[in-house]
């Protein structure tokens, strides 16, 4: 079975500090490793991806870094803030399949 | 209006009955996707469709079927509904080819009592 490990499960932050979320993976057919953040009652939503031949990826306040050696990718959010406490998916695409697998989520909570 | 509309957003139901969970959408994606999510579990696959004469088991299918009733519709029904498929299910579209994630719906909160 295809699986992507995520941790931790629930992460409580700082205002201002930095959040990390990793996952790790065991195919290395996988092609594609995008990020979701999901508020209460939304569906997740994309909020950044990497490709396996980029080491690192940074969209604001949000970089990914991926580690292909150690099949390890990592969200990691810069100045923490409340607006983003919220539950953080990392996936990965199964390349000629176009169908993602994800992680079990980290519930991020960032104090004010 | 929300590019991926999912109703109902809330829906109780008994053990045994017939249930659809209707998934519509305005991207104009071909690719069509029903997941299921638990505590815990994250999001797990049901159904995906590549477009309307292509549906395909996910990973955990067993008491769901669908149907594609157009590019832009895509029905999830639980035929005899149980407990265990308590759960918030999603239906996502995404478009063919390239470096794109999904586009989820709002999500439909399912109870079987």
């Known amino acids: 079975q295809q699986q992507v490990k995520q941790s931790p499960q629930s992460l409580i932050v700082q205002k201002g500090g930095i959040s990390i979320i990793n996952c790790a993976y065991e195919?290395?057919?996988?092609?594609?490793f995008p990020w979701y953040q999901q508020f209460p009652g939304k569906g997740p939503a994309l909020l950044i991806a990497?490709?396996?031949?980029?080491s690192e990826k940074k969209e604001g306040r949000f970089t990914i870094s991926f580690n292909k050696s150690a099949k390890q990718f990592s969200l990691h959010i810069m100045d923490s803030q409340p607006g983003d406490s919220a539950t953080y998916f990392c996936?990965?695409?199964?390349?000629?399949?176009?169908?993602?697998?994800f992680g079990t989520g980290t519930r991020l909570k960032v104090l004010a | 209006d929300a590019d991926v509309t999912q109703t109902p957003r809330n829906r109780i139901t008994k053990t045994g009955k017939r249930i659809m969970l209707e998934c519509s959408q305005t991207?104009?994606?071909?690719?069509m996707y029903w997941y299921r999510q638990d505590p815990g579990l994250g999001l797990r696959l049901i159904y995906y469709?590549?477009?309307?004469?292509?549906?395909n088991k996910g990973e955990i299918s067993d008491g769901y079927s669908v149907s594609r009733q157009a590019q832009a519709k895509f029905s999830l029904s639980l035929e005899s509904a149980i407990p265990n498929q308590t759960a918030l299910y999603f239906c996502?579209?995404?478009?063919?080819?390239?470096?794109?994630?999904?586009?989820f719906g709002s999500g439909t909160r399912l109870t079987v009592v």
């Open positions: 996502a579209t995404s478009p063919p080819g390239g470096n794109y994630g999904y586009t």
């Open positions: 195919n290395t057919a996988f092609d594609y």
């Open positions: 990497i490709r396996p031949d980029v």
């Open positions: 996936a990965a695409r199964s390349s000629g399949t176009y169908k993602y697998i």
């Open positions: 991207k104009g994606h071909d690719r």
């Open positions: 469709s590549f477009d309307v004469k292509d549906i």
